[in-house]
């Protein structure tokens, strides 16, 4: 079964320490490498983005996370490697998304959180609807 | 035979549903016939970058089967 | 004057939080990139590291890493720069060393974070002492 | 002249201590002549992978001045 990927709303900091925490134990890890996105306050054509609001074809989703988390533990030498994303309207200045990775080497846990990030916003069926301070809207794209 | 569409993101504020189950007397459907239908039907715009997924395959086409699940994919904005 | 880097012991997974809450403001921010380097239990000859205790040359490692911070901030498109390493012993399993780069892009988060922990790595007077569990040690290299 | 001398890592156990200050009578004392002279004392071992800083700048070599804070420093391991 896949991981549970997705979480209603921002991503709290304290997920990311509690997770941290939960590593402490594996003494085969020396580095960590942690990607976080934050939702930026964007001005297009004079008006600022407030919130992003997040929907997802969510089971289609989570598999080709899974794949690609897959193909990351074949391609790097990891220990760990977690991933997780907010749905629904995340304000500006809030975290949606969160790459965690480890391994007992740093390049290994950098390479495989870089890929995870890429490859994630290439192929998972996310979309992002960007939310102005007027109420108007655009739906965003990764380039 | 029976299909199940599913709208995301921009098609889906266009199309003003997320989901709908559509009956279809002829059992020779494919992805393209069902993608013009579904696309006239609410006139939805941009169909170049829009990708169809079958049963949460992506790039799929040709023929439909019964009880299959279609969904229409506008580019991709997560992270 | 040089930003405050060390810490004395290992560095609670709440300081990570608490870093990231604090950047929440900033909506110019798109991307936050980690790295955390934890002290792993590798063995040696068949005995285990259960701690390594870490000395500096404090005046002269914050001066060079103020430098290496400057370069960064030259060389990539940063919002911010935290870099914090511990002194004292730590325990395997514990966080060591924590950089910390924001940018409204997440290539320049990534690289950044990159360029700064290889360059201090290389170029920062800190020396860490491997204590195995019979309390023998060994004077770490990086390489 | 008076120098401060700071030892760290594997040359600070070796040598039993982190720091002293070395009263010179000479006025004409030079990084290469201080190192002998410490290493020598200590009998510090593998002065090839030891890096010397006066006043915190690295690589240092030539004359030192009086004041001068002179480190010896093994190979780094931070991170």
Redesign the interface.
Known sequence: MPKKIFIQGAIP??K???S??K???????????????????DEVDGKAVTAIE????E???E?EIDKIREEAFEKFDLTCAHIY?SLGKIQ??????FVFT?S?H?KA??EAN?FL?DE??????????EIFEDETHQ????R | MKITI?Y???I??EAGKTEEVLELDSDDIDVEFLKDHCFSKYSLSDTKSIQV?VN?NMGASGPLQDGDEV?F???????
Chains 1, 3 share one sequence.
């Open positions: 900091p304290e990311i320490s509690d941290i925490a590593h402490q134990s594996k003494t085969e890890i020396g580095g960590h490498s942690i990607f976080l996105g934050q939702i930026r306050a997040y929907t997802a074809y089971e289609m989703a598999k994303h500006a200045g809030e975290l949606c998304f480890s007992a740093r846990a950098r870089q990030v994630i916003k290439e192929r998972v069926p996310i979309f992002g609807k739906w965003k794209v990764n | 599913k995301f993101g921009v889906a504020e997924a949460q969904a994919l506008p580019p991709f904005s997560g992270g």
